[in-house]
């Protein structure tokens, strides 16, 4: 069976540091990965995906993600942290069996200071 | 493209009683996942639906059932409702069809259920 970790319970930035979200897998074969963002009393929004291919990903608002296979890792990146970023992060991960079976982390809480 | 509706956005029930939830993917996919969130428990798979069949089933109670229509639109059922039932609860619709591997969810705005 599939396992997210997300270590990272809450984390606390500075407007315009930057910012590394952590995530282990756990998956024996190739795992499809996800990164998806919730703002407070909302529904997840999807930031990025990896299927297979370049293993740094680019997704929407700036952020991007590098897959470390050896590392069984996924974590999420971006240079210059905005204010409208703070809100929940989620990595997932999907079984490759063809269905729609994604197990998901327990979510790091990121925090703008200005 | 219209995004994922759920309706009702919120609901008020008391222990003992039923809710129905619903879902309305996006247009041409065909899977339908709900979930359940918590502060406790996180986001918890309930089930899936492709095709007016469920596929895939988490750990969850007896109560909870759910369905798809012939149009893809799903409806999640709880039944019994205990307090601990309170939650966020979720749908992600998909295509539904990656061969071998997981599409991409695109989630739903949530329906936030308080069982008094």
């Known amino acids: 069976a599939q396992s997210v970790t997300q270590p990272d319970i809450h984390i606390t930035v500075s407007e315009g540091a930057s910012l590394e979200l952590r995530c282990n897998y756990s998956?024996?074969?190739?795992?499809?990965l996800f990164w998806y963002v919730q703002s407070p009393g909302q529904g997840l929004q999807l930031l990025l995906k990896?299927?297979?291919?370049?293993?740094l990903v680019q997704g929407i608002k700036g952020f991007e993600a590098e897959f470390k296979r050896s590392q069984s890792s996924f974590n999420l990146r971006k240079p210059s942290v905005h204010w409208s970023d703070a809100a929940e992060y989620f990595c997932?991960?999907?079984?490759?069996?063809?269905?729609?079976?994604?197990?998901f982390g327990t979510g790091t809480k990121l925090q703008v200071i200005p | 493209k219209a995004g994922v509706t759920q309706t009702p956005r919120y609901l008020i029930k008391t222990r003992g009683q039923q809710v129905t939830l619903s879902c309305s993917p996006i247009?041409?996919?065909?899977?339908v996942s709900w979930y359940q969130q918590t502060p406790g428990q996180g986001l918890q798979f309930l089930f899936e639906?492709?095709?007016?069949?469920?596929?895939n089933k988490g750990n969850f109670p007896g109560r909870f059932s759910g369905r798809q229509f012939s149009n893809s639109r799903s409806e999640m059922n709880v039944s019994t409702l205990e307090l601990g039932d309170s939650a966020l609860y979720l749908c992600?619709?998909?295509?539904?069809?990656?061969?071998?591997?997981?599409?991409?969810?695109?989630f739903g705005p949530g329906t936030r259920l308080t069982v008094l």
């Open positions: 992600a619709s998909s295509l539904g069809v990656q061969r071998g591997g997981t599409d991409t969810q695109y």
């Open positions: 247009s041409g996919h065909r899977s």
């Open positions: 639906y492709f095709s007016e069949t469920q596929r």
């Open positions: 997932a991960v999907g079984a490759s069996g063809g269905y729609q079976k994604v197990t």
């Open positions: 998956y024996g074969a190739t795992p499809y």
């Open positions: 990896y299927f297979s291919g370049d293993t």
